[in-house]
């Protein structure tokens, strides 16, 4: 095992000590209830049941067969849940294939932060994971099921499910992936287009059809943002099937794995060969492993918050030092877009989840001592999926990259460590994806400009204002202010800023998009302005310097000065009201820090 991966495990065991063995106590307790709905009274279960055939409900109240519960995100909104639509039927009919019976326990709200990027319905964005995991526990509070299987894949929404498929530790549950759509015009093609239309140089249409032509069919977005890392990261934690990440929704493969994945839950159930409740799949070494993952491909950092969130729903606790140190010690492997020019599809085709698991492995940086839902350890995780006479079965995994342009083996890493870097100075804490960043651009010291709406830059620039090296800065963005919206709209002008050469970087405590790339941008920054943060008193002109290279983010102003200044009032009056945000008030000011996970929920014990 590699010595850092070992001593930042053994650290998270020993600071999650206390509250892990209140989880596990709580799940264990909860496990000694034996089949969950024989607790129900007859009137509880015959409402739980009456809907159903009567073969079905003869299955549900003999207690020995599972009864499963299904959790969808679906909706026509997100391109990677709309194949959702009629898995429920399929895995349904897949569970009266081994003798049990599945239900829909409940539908979750689901986002596409593409469809609000830069928009007022991204200020919901972060809350609705909060929404998805208590809407995730509505419907397992149902105690009617044996176990469950989860449909989700975007940004929110994994971490959402995950959370709230947490409270119910005691049952087994598998996630149910729906693959990438295929790939259309390069996303470097694309962000090209935007930043010539930033520009003025092209028009909407052009535009639109470029944005058309990459974002064209069902399946998740193909660029390797917080979707994508989600999936991989659920693969690495042994939370859905093997190679089941990115295999697209029209594969005849696909419906052979969700078939599969309801079987395998059955399975995994207490009625079943293998009991492998998820409280005890999730621990501090799978943790790890999708923490290594996520750093070794330069994934989205927008799973710095829901990784720790999760895992705090399991009592495990993990911080941003975990992340940073493990980046140091862990190769960037993988150059799949904002990260390079490739995509998920062309990452999977050189040889995907089995080459790089199988190298993280072989170089000892992957636990393999886990429970995965295939079975114990991490190993088969290097195999993948193939139909062979139209039987689902798995085979070893490729020994050598297919494209060592988009994924290279331990031996020849595209970079020593890993795309993710822990900022520290006087403005507080944040995180930088140092991935999609070229050296020359890590260090960034210049005036800053000061903004509290990301709309104000676009003004800013058109007017010629920014043709200077600066840091631009976005403050009031923070979790408890408006909800911590993604900035990822800023990205082609910046973009186009340091095209002409100009030094510039973001410092925020808001959120970029896990698709952001190459512009540094120092984002997460806690404390944030209306919790005190020292960006509250930052003003245009002042020297910042963000240094991706040393981990540092400092306000280059004189103490005395500083003390002098009067934090600048953070004014929501425009932002608490319209489009649903006033709803959102009580969440919102609950929320915790971005490094303890944005949650508002509270773990077994909140006095860690
Ligand atoms: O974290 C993420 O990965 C993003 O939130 C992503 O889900 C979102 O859709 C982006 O907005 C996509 O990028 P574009 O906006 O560039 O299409
Ligand atoms: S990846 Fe982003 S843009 Fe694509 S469907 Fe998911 S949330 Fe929407």
Redesign the pocket.
């Known amino acids: 095992m590699h010595s850092v991966v070992q001593s930042v495990t053994d650290r998270i065991i020993a600071r999650s000590q206390a509250t892990r063995a209140k989880y596990l106590a709580a799940l264990d307790e909860a496990k000694a209830n034996g089949v969950h709905r024989s607790s129900l009274s007859c009137g509880n279960l015959a409402h739980g049941f009456a809907a159903c055939s009567p073969a079905d409900k003869n299955t549900i109240k003999a207690f020995n067969k599972a009864n499963i519960g299904i959790v969808t995100a679906f909706n026509d909104?997100?391109?990677?849940?709309q194949p959702y639509e009629h898995y429920p039927q399929l895995l349904k009919d897949a569970c009266h294939e081994v003798g049990s019976v599945a239900q829909v326990a409940a539908g979750v709200p689901?986002?596409?932060?593409?469809?609000t990027?830069g928009q007022p319905g991204m200020e919901l964005s972060l809350l609705s994971r909060e929404v998805i995991a208590m809407s995730t526990a509505v419907g397992l509070s149902h105690n009617m099921f044996d176990g469950a299987l989860l449909l989700g894949?975007?940004?929110k929404?994994v971490p959402g499910l995950l959370i709230g498929a947490l409270s119910f530790g005691h049952l087994p549950m598998l996630f149910v992936p729906a693959g990438p759509m295929k790939s259309g015009i390069p996303n470097k093609e694309k962000a090209r287009v935007r930043q010539k239309f930033a520009q003025g140089q092209v028009d909407r249409n052009a535009l639109l059809e470029a944005e058309s032509k990459s974002?064209h069919s069902a399946g998740?977005?193909t660029?390797y943002?917080?979707?994508?890392s989600n999936q991989l990261m659920l693969e690495v934690m042994g939370l859905q099937l093997p190679g089941s990440s990115f295999v697209n929704p029209d594969d005849p493969l696909r419906e052979a794995l969700n078939k599969t994945a309801a079987k395998q839950v059955c399975r995994l159930t207490e009625m079943g060969t293998q009991f492998t409740p998820i409280g005890e799949v999730v621990n501090e070494k799978s943790v790890v492993n999708g923490i290594v993952a996520l750093l070794a491909t330069g994934g989205s950092t927008n799973l710095t918050m829901h990784i720790v969130a999760a895992a705090r729903a399991a009592g495990i606790i993990v911080n941003w030092d975990d992340f940073s140190e493990l980046s140091d010690a862990v190769p960037l492997l993988a150059r799949v877009y904002p990260n390079g020019h490739a995509d998920i599809n062309h990452f999977h085709a050189a040889g995907g989840m089995a080459f790089l698991i199988k190298e993280l492995l072989d170089a000892g940086l992957l636990h393999e001592d886990v429970m995965t839902v295939a079975g114990p350890g991490l190993r088969r995780y290097t195999q993948e999926p193939r139909l062979i006479d139209n039987e689902l079965v798995w085979v070893e995994g490729p020994s050598e990259s297919l494209d060592k342009e988009v994924l290279t083996a331990v031996a020849s890493p595209f970079q020593a460590n890993g795309g993710l870097k822990l900022l520290k100075g006087n403005l507080g804490r944040a995180v930088i994806k140092v991935s999609a960043v070229a050296e020359a651009h890590r260090l960034v010291e210049a005036p800053a400009v000061v903004i509290d709406d990301q709309n104000k830059l676009e003004g800013l620039f058109k007017e010629g204002e920014l043709d200077r090296d600066c840091v631009v800065v976005v403050k009031g963005q923070g979790p408890k202010a408006i909800g911590m919206p993604e900035l990822h709209k800023l990205t082609p002008i910046l973009g186009t800023l340091q095209d002409k050469g100009f030094k510039v970087a973001l410092l925020t405590d808001g959120r970029m998009?896990?698709?952001s790339g190459k512009v540094p941008a120092a984002i997460h920054l806690t404390p944030e302005a209306l919790d005190g943060g020292l960006i509250a008193k930052v003003e245009d002109g002042d020297l910042i310097r963000v240094d991706a290279n040393s981990g540092e983010v400092s306000l280059l102003v004189d103490e005395a000065v500083l003390a002098s200044r009067v934090a600048q009032k953070v004014d929501l009056r425009s932002t608490s009201f319209g489009m649903g945000r006033e709803l959102f008030a009580a969440l919102r000011s609950n929320l915790s820090s971005p490094e303890t996970g944005a949650r508002c929920t509270t773990t077994i014990d909140e006095n860690y």
């Not at 689901?110 to 469809?115: E, L, N, P, S, Y």
């Open positions: 909104m997100l391109s990677a849940h689901a986002m596409c932060d593409g469809v990027q894949i975007c940004d929404i974002y998740t977005c660029f943002g917080t979707a994508n998009s896990g698709a």
